[in-house]
């Protein structure tokens, strides 16, 4: 069972950054992959980016260049580096593992995704 504990919400002001980390726990590095989700306010619960075991992401169109996945496999734990904060990236992010990981794609369906992290509120103003 693989277990995930995000955090690192915080306030910030638009263009500013953040790092959220997850500590992962339980997972196989040549199974499982990862993904990021957020859930804005009065919005469904959507993938903003994800990692498979190859070390490949794919990113949502709004936030690419400005966001970044990855997998620190030393310390078994995902980031998420969030710079140049918009307002519209308000919202309680969640970190999630699946085994269903290819094409990336996949890795934006929140049904695809059996373990989840608590979520974690990001609150960008400006």
């Known amino acids: 069972q693989v277990q995930l504990m995000g955090s690192g919400g915080a306030s910030v002001q638009a263009g500013g950054s953040l790092r959220l980390p997850c500590e992962v726990s339980?997972?196989?590095?040549?199974?499982?992959?990862m993904a990021w989700f957020r859930q804005s306010p009065g919005k469904e619960r959507g993938g903003v980016a994800g990692?498979?075991?190859?070390?490949?992401?794919n990113y949502r169109d709004s936030v690419k260049g400005r966001f970044t996945i990855s997998l620190d496999n030393a310390r078994d734990i995902l980031y998420l580096e969030m710079n140049s904060l918009h307002i519209e990236d308000t919202g309680i992010y969640y970190c999630a593992a699946t085994r269903l990981c290819w094409p990336l794609s996949r890795l934006f369906v929140p049904t695809n995704f059996p373990n989840w992290g608590q979520g974690t509120q990001v609150t960008v103003s400006s």
């Open positions: 339980g997972f196989n590095r040549s199974r499982d992959c």
């Open positions: 990692i498979d075991r190859k070390g490949r992401t």
